[in-house]
């Protein structure tokens, strides 16, 4: 089954979410009042870990492990990033999760947290409904 | 050896091991490291409703949807059988302002004071837990991803659209933090 893969991977970063206290409440008031380095210390491992694996990976040409050539997809800016961006960062100091932690903080046991997610299918809902009307 | 299990990691081990998902996804099979998309694939899957946005074959993205399924298994393994008994070293800082607005520090991951039924059906629990919420899966969408897909995957590949992605949620969340989440806290007493 191919899809496994994606199955063990997951759990893998749920597991890491949690242990490193990327799903805490707790760390994410801390981070937003600048009152704490641990939360910046986590991004600041992550993103030069990332750059550095996908610079040997063109380096090196290092296909997927079908032998298919890695292809990155590029963004393109549009003002959604801004307003969509502010948006998700008020929701996410209130609930103190991004999507990634919110399905960990379920597994967790976190129940009510299954409210938030709820809620959080609701808005992909209510945005791909506006979609069309609003300014990207 | 279990009670070494349940500890927790110091950032820096955490931090190279959420760097490591980047490579893990593009070699397992060129996928972009992301959780947000996985909400837009289970509402394509479960409205029928005739949304253009939400009308694409979504069982071509089912990878995301294992993915999400692996980040809750993970969350109950990490978070649950080898939850970390020991609270997080939070700033007293921190903990004081949110003390001073009615807000007990637990171990645990969230407060219980704001994560519990009943205070769901205050008009703060409602505003924290249901718009928290949908502004999280509103805003991820507007902004074509969260921290996992701009913050982690952008910004490991130098994309500067993801930059002013991850910006903005920093703007949101410390005005959120600072000002707004005070505010709610307060309503109604």
Not at chain 1, 48 to 75: A, D, Q
Not at chain 1, 113 to 127: C, D, E, Q, R
Not at chain 2, 37 to 44: E, F, K, T, V, W
Request: hydrophobic share 50%; with cysteine; aromatic share 16%.
């Amino acid at each position: 089954m191919k899809n496994l893969k994606y199955l063990l991977l997951g759990t893998l970063f749920g597991i890491i979410l949690c242990k490193v206290q990327a799903v805490s409440w707790w760390r994410m008031q801390e981070m937003f009042r600048f009152d704490g380095f641990y939360m910046y210390g986590l991004f600041v491992t992550a993103i030069p870990t990332g750059i550095l694996s996908v610079w040997l990976i063109k380096k090196f040409n290092i296909k997927t492990v079908s032998g298919e050539p890695i292809i990155i997809r590029k963004k393109k800016f549009n003002w959604g990033y801004v307003i969509g961006g502010l948006l998700f960062g008020i929701g996410w100091a209130f609930s103190g999760a991004c999507p990634g932690p919110l399905l960990a903080l379920i597994g967790a046991g976190k129940f009510v947290v299954i409210v938030v997610f709820i809620s959080a299918l609701f808005g992909t809902l209510v945005y791909s409904w506006l979609r069309p009307r609003l300014p990207h | 050896m279990i009670e070494i299990l349940k500890q927790s990691w110091p950032w820096y081990v955490g931090g190279v091991l959420i760097g490591l998902m980047v490579p893990a996804l593009l070699i397992a099979g060129n996928k972009s490291f992301g959780v947000s998309a996985s909400l837009r694939d289970i509402c394509a899957a479960c409205i029928p409703a005739k949304i253009p946005f939400l009308d694409y074959d979504w069982r071509k993205e089912a990878w995301n949807l294992f993915f999400s399924l692996g980040i809750v298994i993970g969350g109950f393994i990490g978070g649950y059988l080898l939850g970390d008994p020991q609270p997080e070293k939070i700033s007293s800082i921190t903990i004081q302002t949110l003390e001073q607005n009615g807000v007990h520090f637990n171990a645990g991951f969230v407060p219980e004071d704001i994560f519990n039924w009943s205070y769901l059906f205050t008009l703060p629990g409602f505003i924290i837990i249901v718009v928290g919420g949908f502004l999280v899966g509103f805003g991820t969408r507007y902004a074509g991803g969260c921290t996992s897909g701009h913050g982690i995957m952008g910004l490991s590949t130098l994309q500067w659209p993801s930059l002013i992605a991850v910006g903005s949620f920093f703007v949101g969340g410390i005005i959120s933090a600072t000002w707004l989440l005070p505010f709610i806290l307060n309503l109604g007493k």
